[in-house]
């Protein structure tokens, strides 16, 4: 624990949508879904550790910030309850409140256009404005962190700390929302005399996603059945794996390989697939979702740093694993590089495919040097 003074910026967890289809929705009050309850106790736990008693804990008093912010209190009552503020409540929609994106294309197809480029270009009919929600919201925290001397807990939404954060830290209101705010998500900053210094911004309560996050980040993401059934297999293979080489490494007492982050990395490696440099997009994909150490690994299960076939790690593991997987077989390096080799059809590509290859084989020597494990399916 440290001395000095933080202010907590939470989102609140998953709300329980009455459908799938993309909507607007602000002031309308939504309870936590399922997932959305486990955000919420995940959060309490992370900052359970976190905090000092006493706090100054304030929510939105909108239920989905509620129901997040009454986990704390559930857990650890030394907490006690939020003190709800309505200035903490989320921009408003104004007349889009409730409508499907696709019936505000339909109905007003200029207007959807432009704010789809940036939603801070326009404002719907009786909504807030962006550089409004930020004044009152800027008012509001600024007004506790001054009449206070302990940590601040806030649990509100995406718009009211992604606006509250680019005030403090002078971010550009333009392009806000592409950054990463995720549905339980959290940002800790330093409270100095001056204003604020970020800590840590838009991360979530763990370092990898529970099963129930990643089955929501499939469908968000729409993941193909047929790339599922691949990164399946893979994630297979990798935690067998690591199962080895932790095994060893226990024995050892050395660094294990973190079989939580490696899990989601595998299954979800491939949720960018169809898009250029698709290891990138999935990497760029988690870090948006609050796991930057997940996204480390996925950003490079396609061309693998040098350290990381010298020493294995999460990401030697998932990137030899994807590189004896054909679709959804395990079939070795050698048939996985042989197949992959024919659409390789400009010399460029062909260097490439040699360059991932060696990398392929450098982790199986490191894998069989170092940790004395050898892949049983591949020939000598």
């Not at 998953?14 to 959305?36: M, N, V």
């Not at 009449?147 to 954060?165: C, I, P, Q, Y």
């Not at 996050?213 to 499939?218: D, R």
């Not at 590189?323 to 059809?345: H, T």
């Amino acid at each position: 624990m440290t001395n000095e003074r933080r202010l907590f910026l939470v989102r609140h967890g998953t709300p329980a949508f009455p459908h799938e289809e993309r909507h607007y929705y602000s002031r309308t009050d939504y309870l936590l879904s399922e997932l959305g309850q486990e955000d919420a106790r995940l959060m309490a736990n992370r900052l359970k550790k976190e905090l000092r008693v006493p706090f100054q804990f304030y929510s939105s008093p909108l239920l989905r910030s509620r129901n997040t912010a009454d986990a704390l209190s559930e857990i650890w009552p030394e907490a006690g309850t939020p003190k709800l503020l309505d200035d903490l409540m989320e921009l408003n929609c104004g007349v889009w409140e409730g409508m499907l994106f696709s019936e505000v294309e339909q109905q007003f197809p200029e207007a959807f256009e432009l704010r789809g480029d940036d939603p801070s270009f326009y404002t719907p009919p009786e909504a807030e404005t962006h550089e409004a929600c930020q004044e009152r919201v800027f008012t509001a925290i600024e007004e506790i962190v001054r009449s206070t001397k302990e940590d601040v807990v806030v649990v509100a939404h995406a718009m009211v700390n992604l606006l509250f954060l680019a005030k403090v830290l002078d971010w550009p209101i333009t392009g806000i929302r592409g950054r990463a705010q995720p549905y339980g998500g959290f940002n800790i900053l330093k409270i100095t005399e001056n204003g604020y210094e970020p800590i840590l911004l838009g991360q979530m309560p763990t370092d990898a996603p529970s099963e129930a996050k990643i089955a929501y980040l499939k469908r968000r993401y729409r993941m193909h059945p047929g790339v599922v059934a691949h990164t399946t297999t893979v994630r297979g293979l990798a935690l067998s794996l690591a199962a080895k080489v932790n095994e060893k490494r226990r024995a050892n007492d050395e660094p294990l390989i973190d079989t939580d982050v490696l899990n989601a990395a595998a299954i979800l490696h491939d949720i960018a697939r169809g898009e250029p440099k698709h290891a990138k997009a999935g990497a760029a994909i988690l870090l948006y979702e609050g796991f930057p150490k997940v996204a480390d690994v996925i950003g490079k299960h396609q061309d693998l740093p040098v350290e990381s076939q010298r020493y294995i790690d999460e990401s030697s593991l998932l990137y030899l694993a994807d590189k004896c997987v054909l679709e959804d077989d395990v079939v070795g390096i050698e048939a996985r590089f042989n197949d992959s080799y024919y659409v390789c059809d400009t010399e460029k590509a062909k260097v490439k495919h040699a360059r991932r290859k060696e990398a392929a084989l450098k982790v199986k020597e490191t894998l069989e040097t170092q940790e004395g494990i050898k892949l049983e399916f591949e020939a000598d």
